[in-house]
T-cell receptor, first 115, second 112 residues
Framework: NAGVTQTPKFRILKIGQSMTLQCTQDMNHNYMYWYRQDPGMGLKLIYYSVGAGITDKGEVPNGYNVSRSTTEDFPLRLELAAPSQTSVYFC??????????????FGEGSWLTVV | GQQLNQSPQSMFIQEGEDVSMNCTSSSIFNTWLWYKQDPGEGPVLLIALYKAGELTSNGRLTAQFGITRKDSFLNISASIPSDVGIYFCAGLGTGTASKLTFGTGTRLQVTL
């Protein structure tokens, strides 16, 4: 079972470069999320999507952009990389259900270093 | 925004001991989730709680959704070396489903 797959696993960027972190899920989940985790900290929500064509800002959206053209994919774009964006990025997805609630499943993470 | 206080921040225990950790919130949550994160990996869901007062077990793990809906507890019985890792609580508030707030984590280390 693939679950939530994100690429690349590791990347080093120079200041000012751009890149896209890819995320895809095969569980037909309607909700998708991008979080970042700084060393020794919990996860902070960057952007989220409640369905194809719908995106919204989370807690720390500055410096990032997202799109959700399909249910499966939710790429995260960094336009002008800054050292403050050095972090571990996690993509996640969930299916909102009245009975079972909203259980979120995570990808394995993408380690990004901006130098 | 909502704040989640998770304690303890870290703990060293001996193999075979029981472990308790908890999270408290400044506001009410509708769902509590407990995750474990191993080094270099993403968080893996351990237990999900959906009702105030709910007590749920997953093997040696037991978690409870506090009656006030502002806290949750995770207990690990008879700890083993593979329990090492960082445990995160996460609370889902009222309103938009995406507002999942994470605690800062409890780092568990087990000594033989």
């Amino acid at each position: 079972n693939a679950g939530v797959t994100q690429t690349p696993k590791f990347r080093i960027l120079k200041i000012g470069q751009s890149m896209t972190l890819q995320c895809t899920q095969d569980m037909n989940h309607n909700y998708m999320y991008w979080y970042r985790q700084d060393p020794g900290m919990g996860l902070k929500l960057i952007y989220y999507s409640v369905g194809a064509g719908i995106t919204d800002k989370g807690e720390v959206p500055n410096g990032y952009n997202v799109s959700r053209s399909t249910t499966e994919d939710f790429p995260l774009r960094l336009e002008l990389a800054a050292p403050s964006q050095t972090s571990v990025y996690f993509c996640a997805s969930s299916y909102r259900d009245r009975v079972s609630g909203n259980t979120i499943y995570f990808g394995e993470g993408s380690w990004l270093t901006v130098v | 925004g909502q704040q989640l206080n998770q304690s303890p921040q870290s703990m060293f225990i001996q193999e075979g001991e029981d472990v308790s950790m908890n999270c408290t919130s400044s506001s009410i949550f509708n769902t509590w989730l407990w995750y474990k994160q191993d080094p270099g990996e993403g968080p893996v869901l351990l237990i999900a709680l959906y009702k105030a007062g709910e007590l749920t077990s997953n093997g040696r793990l037991t978690a409870q959704f506090g009656i006030t809906r502002k806290d949750s507890f995770l207990n690990i019985s008879a700890s083993i070396p593979s329990d090492v890792g960082i445990y995160f609580c996460a609370g889902l508030g009222t309103g938009t489903a995406s507002k999942l707030t994470f605690g800062t984590g409890t780092r568990l280390q087990v000594t033989l």
